[in-house]
């Protein structure tokens, strides 16, 4: 999208879409830089329906009790059960977008 230009995007069952709740935009989730290059610690709570969408977009390399792992494009994508997520991206925004687009805000 070019600068000073917006895009209109609407989506069935999004609260910010539907009802104009940004509550994600002013949340405490943070995004940490770990272990080394391209990986990425997401702090968020995790719900039932994000370990759904992601089971369902790659290749289940772990799952149970504690976590949720699975290669999606050729990158590792973990959920964990307590919270927050472990993933492969360029950089912190890669990271939130990366997130948001497997699992869902």
Do not use: W
């Not at 799952?63 to 912190?92: C, H, P, Q, T, W």
């Amino acid at each position: 999208i070019p600068q000073g230009e917006s895009l209109n995007v609407e989506a069935s069952g999004c609260e910010v879409c539907e009802n104009s709740n940004f509550s994600h935009m002013s949340s405490n989730d943070t995004v940490s830089s770990v272990c080394g290059e391209d990986k990425y610690q997401i702090n968020t709570e995790v719900s039932d329906e994000a370990f759904d969408r992601l089971r369902n977009q790659g290749e289940v390399l772990a799952d149970n009790n504690y976590i949720l792992r699975v290669r999606v494009d050729g990158k590792e994508f973990a959920l964990y059960r307590s919270g927050g997520a472990l993933l492969e991206a360029k950089d912190r925004g890669h990271a939130k977008a990366r997130f948001s687009e497997i699992v869902g805000i």
